[in-house]
């Protein structure tokens, strides 16, 4: 079945840090990728939708210039969390839609500690 | 805008109990409907999906019906097992186009935990 690669799985840094997570999908073209931020023992909450070769369209109370979003290819979106600071720490999970198609292919989520 | 309530959990059963958690929705238009499952420390995977009324989604014994009158899409598997131990989101999709087509909106998740 489709597969979505998200890569760090784990990733722990020092507060000020910009850090980078990339989503890909590995057999299927992307023409929509999805952030979603998952804080313990809660739900998914949609950040933003990254439409391929266009802006992402962030949703309500996102920052833009905090969530940094680029989807320059059909397969793959990377989310930038920059001057990332203790709150910021979360469990991040992208998705993946091929054009026009459900349901959503999920990567296997980033676990953002920062210290 | 779209909602999907799930019942309270955590819920805790013995294995080859019956599982039923309920799931409505409020929506505009006529959504698809998703139940995925999360592993600890996972992302999330498709269990099954309905995308009109009356449709009943199935897989790996889990079953759920798509139910206009109600709004309702409630989950349920005859005999759990201890692998079932997991937290399940009812999930629906909008499909009424703009840049955020297909987006879904979760459910708050239900934990379920199976004792053998």
């Known amino acids: 079945g489709a597969v979505v690669s998200q890569h760090p799985s784990w990733v722990i840094c020092k507060s000020g840090t910009s850090v980078k997570i990339e989503c890909r999908s590995l057999?299927?073209?992307?023409?929509?990728m999805f952030w979603y931020r998952q804080f313990p023992k809660q739900s998914l909450m949609l950040m933003a939708t990254?439409?391929?070769?266009?802006?992402?369209?962030?949703e309500q109370g996102v920052e833009k210039d905090k969530f940094l979003i680029n989807h320059a290819s059909l397969t793959l979106s990377t989310l930038t969390v920059t001057s990332a600071h203790p709150e910021d720490s979360s469990f991040y999970i992208c998705?993946?839609?091929?054009?026009?198609?459900?349901?959503?292919?999920f990567g296997d989520g980033t676990r953002l500690s920062i210290l | 805008g779209d909602s999907v309530t799930q019942m309270e959990g955590p819920v805790t059963l013995s294995e080859e109990a019956f599982l039923t958690i309920n799931c409505t929705y409020t929506?505009?238009?006529?959504?698809?409907l998703f139940w995925y499952v999360q592993y600890p420390g996972e992302g999330l995977q498709l269990l099954l999906k309905?995308?009109?009324?009356?449709d009943k989604g199935s897989n790996k014994g889990f079953e759920a019906t798509y139910r206009k009158e109600t709004t309702s899409f409630h989950l349920e598997k005859g005999s759990v097992q201890v692998s079932d131990s997991a937290v399940y989101f009812c999930?629906?999709?909008?499909?009424?186009?703009?840049?955020?087509?297909?987006?879904?909106?979760f459910g708050q998740g239900t934990i379920l935990t199976v004792h053998p």
């Open positions: 998705s993946a839609r091929n054009r026009g198609r459900q349901p959503q292919h």
């Open positions: 057999d299927f073209q992307a023409t929509t």
């Open positions: 990254s439409n391929e070769g266009s802006k992402a369209t962030y």
């Open positions: 929506a505009t238009g006529y959504p698809s």
């Open positions: 309905a995308t009109k009324a009356d």
């Open positions: 999930a629906l999709s909008d499909l009424t186009g703009g840049t955020s087509y297909g987006k879904l909106t």
